[in-house]
């Protein structure tokens, strides 16, 4: 049960003013950079700016405090925007709320069956494939606001996005346009002159001082979302039905695999940067409950974000300490200072996001991938970028995950093999084939399987021939690791078939696994529990014992 042990009860030996001061200071300054990412986020997502907040404050809380990970912060990523979007569009708000509940319920059901292990198995031509997909997503998402377009709202079909701002490219707002390049600019150049302070903090507050005193025609929050409320989130049970369970758990079983992925591969990038291990199956469980308590107080669905969680090792945060600091202070600042965030323009928002789409799509990877991978690899990859474009986060994830197994099971499949032994007098035996050369008598035939044999490579056990003359069957499983049904199923068929034909068959080192299947299915009862022996060697003499006294029998 340790492995589900908050990482904040363990850290908490020892700590000392020194390091409460350090994660303190730490905190507020990703709550700094927290504020507008959280805000971006959620109007990029479809939803209200102070719900991303809701989400930071309630959501980062939870993932700190019961999480596995000594440095995460958790709150809204560029990761979930467009599930949410399309989640919104068909069910609106309370349809996302029920989302996120499942979703957290689902995570931490993965926790509890320790399942934070298995994550890793989700193939890098996936992550990297809907990663690039969401990017580009997420770019094309803040075009309209980027531009200033007079539109209504933008349509969730990638397509149809893109022929609606093309029906309104005439409504482009100039004014709009430069003050996003500003923040461009700030947000591209800032970084090089320092990293105490985010530079979409600065973007933010040099463009909306520009918009603001010298009132120009640029849509703010305020303008197009009305006042901000300033309230801390109160308890919400959304209205669900079993039908509407039904509808979303696809969606819901989505979220928490993009969670469970991204806050894994966060903790494990900051387990490098500080030294340390984190409980996956912890976090896990730590990320289930922010999302379930996220969707309960009106946020949207949040993981661990791994930019706001390398801020945080950087400015000296050690433990999760800082990141209920972080929490606090964006409670400070949604009560204190929210009306002001009605003066943020759109257009910088949405500059934000395209320098975040930008930063999280690694292309470097991604044509890499294309050049160097094998051909079943490059599939996958095209294909989960294609599905998350043109129709969404759900499918492509599905379709990945099925198709990477599917490719993966024929590689294995075509990793069996069955192999005849040849006989010493064949002239195609060559001198390194000693253990080969024996000389085994024409009625004995030995086949050597290699590679685990299971549904996809069971027929290979049916290649195993036999002529008029053999009398024994040696098959030798020193190569097998293991087996599943299907192959027992054929190894019964081929042992059906050779009791016909009045063959033995004997078995010659069989390993643990496949040995224990054998067992449960009662085919070493079936074959005889003599006819198993350690090693190719005592297989053949006892082969060759039985051929030489069925002779002797004959000849009498």
Known sequence: MNELRPKLFDVMKGYTKEQLIKDILSGIIVAIIALPLSIALAIASGVGPVQGLYTAIVAGFFISFFGGSRVQIG?????FVVIIYGIVTTYGTDGLIVATIMAGIILCIMGLCHFGSLIKYIPYTITTGFTCGIAVTLFVGQIKDFLGLDMGAVPSEFIEKLGAYAANITTINPVTVAIGAVALVILILWPKVTDKLPGSLIAIIVTTAIVYFAKLPVNTIGSVYGELSSEFPSFHMPAFSYKLVQELISPAFTIAILAG??????AVVSDGMIGDTHKSNAELIGQGLGNIFSGLFGGIPATGAIARTAANVRNGGRTPIAGITHCITLSIILVVL????????????????????????????FFHLCKTAPKSDVIVLVATFFLTVFFDLVVAIEVGVVLAALLFMKRMAETADVTAWKYADEPDVTPGEAEKMRDIPHSIRVFEISGPLFFAAADEILAITSDKSTKVIVIRMRSVPAIDASAMRSLRDLAARAKKKHITLIFSHVNEQPMSVMKKDHFIELIGEEHFLPNIVEALGYAENMVADSGHKAAK
């Open 261 to 266: 992925i991204e806050s894994l591969l966060s």
């Open 338 to 365: 929210m009306p002001l965030a009605s003066l943020i323009p759109m257009t910088t928002l949405a500059a934000v996001l395209l320098v975040v789409a930008w930063n999280m799509a690694d292309w470097t990877s």
């Open 75 to 79: 709150g809204p990523t560029a990761a």
